[in-house]
C-alpha cells in the first residue's frame, strides 16, 4: 500500500512539474506579423524593406521588336554592312525579344538621399544568337550620394530626355548616344528653382572614340568585316589607329528642370591621339596628341497647346576632334564607323555613297615625314515632337541632320588613299575634284497606341539620305569584297536614299 501511494504522489508530482515547463515553454503574446509597408517618398512603386528605412523599387518591361530592311536596332541597312550592298542574301527582317528588369533604392540619411541603381537587359536577337542562349546587358549601375554619381549612368553631356526620345529604336542619328550608359564619377550642384550644375570625368571607350585613321597604311573599304560586336572596342575596323584608352573625358552642364519643360548645355572636351607612323616599328614615333571638344544646346517644352501631353524636343551639337558627340544612335552595330549604301546609277555595278566617322586623321610612314592629326568637325541639328491623338493613341515625327568635314588636309589624305590602285576600291575618273565630306539627314514618325496600362503596340518609319561629295568612279579592285560585285566592276559616287522600319510590343511593369 505504501508503495503504491509513493508511486500515486510522485506521478502527480511529475504532471505538475511537466505542466509548469510546457507553461513557461508557451509565448505570452504571439509578435504581430511584419507587413511590406508603402514607401510614398519616392514616388509610386516604392516598398520598405522590411526592418529597415530603405525603400526599393523593382520593375521592369518585356518588349518584342521587328525590323525591316534593318538591323537588330532598326538601325538603316548602311553602316558598313552587307545589307547596305543590297545583297541577296542580306536578312529582310531582323527579330528581338528583351526583357528589362531595374532595381532602385533609396535611403534618406543626413547627407541626403543614398540611391543605387541597376538595370539589366536579358535579349535574345536571331542571327546573333542560335536556337536557343541569348545574352544579358548591364546598362545601368550606379550610386549617387551627397551630389555624386559613381558608375554607370546617362552622360552629363546629354539632356535627361535623352533616353525618352520618341522612336522604337535608336537606328536615327539624333545626337549622342547613352542607350548603355557611359562610366563616370559625376558632381551636381543644385541652386534651387530648379537650376544646377555638373561636372564629370567619364571614360570615352567605346562610346566616344570615334577612330582616328593612318591614310599611309591601308584601312577598311565602305564595305567588308564588320565590327567584333556591339560595343566591343571603339570603332573595330581595319584602320583605326586609335587604341588605348590615355585620358577620360571632362564633361560639364548646366539645367533648368521646371514644369513647363527643361533647358540643358553641354560641353565636353576629348582627348585624340594615334598608334605609331608603322606598325611594325615604335621606333619611327607617333603623331602628337591633341584634345577636341564639343558642345551641345537642347530644350524639352511640355503640354503644348496643340494638346495634354504633347511635347517638343530640340538639341543641337558641334564637336571638333570629337565626332560621336555628334554621330549618336547605335551607330557600332555594324561597320564602325563606316557608312555606306550601293543603288542604282551609270557604274557597272550601279551608284554608291559612303563616308566615315572618324575623330581625325593623320598619314606618314615615320617622324621625318609624318603629319600631326588633323581634326574633323562635326554638327548636327534634331527635333522630335509627340503628339496625343487621344490618351491612348500617339504619334510623334522626328527627323536629324548630321555632317562631318575634314579639311582640307584631311580629305588629300583621305583621296590618297583612295587613289591607290592596289587598294580595295579605288578612285577613277575625276574622283580627285571631290572630298569625303558628308552628310546623313532623316526624317521619320512613329505612331503608338496603348489600349490598356503598360502595354503599349508601335510602328514607325524613317527614310534616310546619306549626301557624299565624291565625283567620278570608283573601281573595286582584286582585294574588294562586296557581296555580288565582280572585280573590275564600278560603282559612280551619288547620293543615296534609305528606307526602314520596325514594330514593337512593350509591356512594362
Known amino acids: 500500500m505504501k508503495m503504491v501511494k509513493s508511486l500515486m504522489l510522485g506521478t502527480a508530482a511529475g504532471f505538475v512539474a511537466l505542466t509548469g515547463a510546457q507553461a513557461a515553454d508557451l509565448p505570452v503574446k504571439a509578435k504581430a506579423v511584419e507587413y511590406v509597408k508603402i514607401c510614398s517618398l519616392y514616388g509610386a512603386g516604392f516598398y520598405y524593406i522590411p526592418g529597415t528605412d530603405t525603400c526599393i523599387r523593382i520593375g521592369g518591361a518585356l518588349r518584342l521588336d521587328t525590323a525591316f530592311n534593318g538591323t537588330t536596332y532598326d538601325v538603316p541597312f548602311w553602316q558598313g554592312s552587307t545589307g547596305g550592298a543590297n545583297s541577296y542574301n542580306r536578312n ?41 542562349g541569348g545574352y544579358m546587358e548591364n546598362d545601368f549601375l550606379f550610386i549617387q550620394f551627397a551630389g555624386f554619381t559613381f558608375g554607370k549612368a546617362v552622360s552629363q553631356f546629354d539632356p535627361q530626355w535623352a533616353l525618352a526620345k520618341p522612336w522604337i529604336a535608336s537606328g536615327v542619328l539624333g545626337g549622342s548616344n547613352n542607350a548603355t550608359g557611359i562610366p563616370q564619377l559625376a558632381y551636381t550642384a543644385s541652386f534651387g528653382n530648379g537650376v544646377s550644375a555638373t561636372i564629370s570625368l567619364e571614360d570615352a571607350q567605346p562610346y566616344r572614340s570615334a577612330g582616328v585613321v593612318n591614310a599611309t597604311a591601308g584601312f577598311l573599304a565602305p564595305f567588308g568585316a564588320a565590327t567584333l560586336g556591339y560595343g566591343t572596342t571603339a570603332n573595330t575596323f581595319g584602320g583605326n589607329v586609335q587604341t588605348g584608352d590615355h585620358v577620360p573625358d571632362i564633361v560639364a552642364n548646366l539645367r533648368l528642370d521646371q514644369a513647363w519643360g527643361s533647358l540643358h548645355f553641354g560641353a565636353a572636351a576629348h582627348e585624340v591621339h594615334g598608334t605609331y607612323y608603322t606598325a611594325a ?96 568637325s562635326a554638327w548636327e541639328v534634331s527635333a522630335y515632337y509627340e503628339h496625343y491623338w487621344t490618351p491612348a493613341w500617339r504619334t510623334s515625327v522626328y527627323g536629324s541632320y548630321t555632317s562631318i568635314n575634314y579639311g582640307s588636309a584631311g580629305n588629300a589624305a583621305l583621296l590618297a588613299a583612295f587613289n591607290n590602285p592596289t587598294s580595295a576600291l579605288a578612285f577613277v575618273g575625276s574622283a580627285g575634284t571631290g572630298n569625303f565630306n558628308f552628310a546623313v539627314a532623316q526624317v521619320g514618325t512613329r505612331t503608338a497606341w496603348t489600349p490598356v496600362q503598360n502595354l503599349t503596340l508601335s510602328a514607325e518609319f524613317t527614310y534616310s539620305r546619306l549626301i557624299q561629295n565624291q565625283n567620278g568612279l570608283l573601281v573595286a579592285n582584286t582585294a574588294a569584297t562586296i557581296p555580288g560585285v565582280a572585280t573590275g566592276n564600278t560603282f559612280e559616287m551619288k547620293n543615296q536614299n534609305l528606307f526602314n522600319g520596325a514594330v514593337q510590343i512593350l509591356r512594362s511593369f
Do not use: C
Open 92 to 132: 529582310y527582317f531582323t527579330t528581338r525579344e528583351r526583357l528589362n528588369l531595374f532595381i532602385d533604392t533609396r535611403t534618406a540619411t543626413e547627407y541626403g538621399v543614398v540611391r543605387t541603381y541597376a538595370n539589366l537587359q536579358f535579349d535574345f536577337a536571331q542571327g546573333r544568337e542560335s536556337i536557343a
Open 281 to 376: 616599328n615604335s621606333d619611327t614615333g607617333h603623331p602628337s596628341s591633341a584634345w577636341g571638344y564639343a558642345f551641345t544646346g537642347a530644350f524639352e517644352l511640355k503640354n503644348l497647346p496643340t494638346g495634354i501631353g504633347d511635347s517638343l524636343k530640340v538639341e543641337a551639337s558641334y564637336a571638333k576632334g570629337a565626332a560621336k558627340y555628334v554621330w549618336g544612335g547605335t551607330v557600332d552595330t555594324s561597320g564602325g564607323g563606316r557608312f555606306a549604301k550601293i543603288g542604282t546609277g551609270a557604274g557597272t555595278a550601279g551608284s554608291m555613297a559612303f563616308g566615315y566617322v572618324l575623330d581625325g586623321v593623320y598619314s606618314g610612314t615615320n617622324s621625318a615625314n609624318g603629319s600631326s592629326i588633323d581634326l574633323s
